[in-house]
């Protein structure tokens, strides 16, 4: 899929991501902006970048850096759950957008506070998911409710 700019719209994330120094100039790593030298290469400069660019945008890379930061634990203050026992969530949901590269997978909140992983445990994790099903569908039960009294 492409843009209004007509660049691919993973192209367009990557230079417009936060955490990258790329600007779109073609033959510079898509991760520090370094020019990149070897023939073979095309993306990155290096499998570090490569693994940088990995750890933050594909979610299972996302996730095991998340999980491992975190110490397998919950984040919950004061969880006493058993170690391993966790799961990664997306502090924004994903409302059923997928878990396609991108910045969501971000394991921090970006400068607008917005996105950013969370290690919880199942039971918190399952707690967070039904609060934000409830919302989704409060959400549709207004818009709902708002179209049929304007009928």
């Known amino acids: 899929m492409a843009t209004d700019d ?25 991760w520090c902006d370094a020019t990149i030298d070897s023939p073979r290469r095309r993306t990155w400069c290096s499998a570090r970048c490569n693994t940088a660019w990995e ?6 890379f996302a996730r ?45 909140p970006g400068p607008d506070g917005r996105g950013g992983l969370e290690v919880l445990c199942r039971a918190h994790h399952a707690e967070v998911t039904a609060q934000q ?7 549709r039960r207004n818009l709902r409710e708002g179209t049929d009294s304007t009928i």
């Open 6 to 30: 007509g660049l691919p719209a993973l192209v367009a994330e990557r230079i417009a991501c936060p955490l990258s120094t790329w600007r779109g100039e073609p033959g510079r790593c898509q």
């Open 55 to 60: 750890r933050d945008h594909v979610w299972r």
């Open 64 to 108: 095991s850096a998340a999980k491992r930061r975190a110490k397998y634990r919950c984040t919950r203050d004061g969880c006493t759950a058993e170690r391993r026992d966790c799961e990664v969530n997306h502090r924004e949901p994903r409302n059923g957008g997928g878990y396609g590269p991108g910045c969501h997978h971000h394991q921090h």
């Open 133 to 139: 099903a409830s919302a989704r569908a409060a959400a």
